[in-house]
């Protein structure tokens, strides 16, 4: 599982129609918490980032690691 960067966390979210609220609900973490890591003022544990992830992974959301033809990225399940 690749690690989720704060722009992948927005853009999946997003993706799945989930508010910052909503996603921090059912990944039992604080909407500030959130919310600070995808504007990338700050770090999440890695066991709350995993819980977020999961959350995200369950809902449709395929995460899509950097390589030569570009950065990370996202995209629904078929």
Request: positive net charge.
């Amino acid at each position: 599982m690749p690690i989720m960067t704060p722009l992948q966390m927005k853009l999946a979210r997003t993706a799945v129609g989930l508010g910052v609220r909503e996603l921090a609900a059912e990944a039992a973490v604080a909407p500030s918490t959130v919310q600070r890591f995808e504007s990338g003022r700050g770090d999440m544990h890695s066991r709350t980032l995993d819980r977020v992830q999961r959350v995200l992974e369950e809902a449709g959301v395929i995460f899509i690691g950097a390589d030569a033809e570009g950065g990370p990225g996202v995209r629904l399940k078929a």
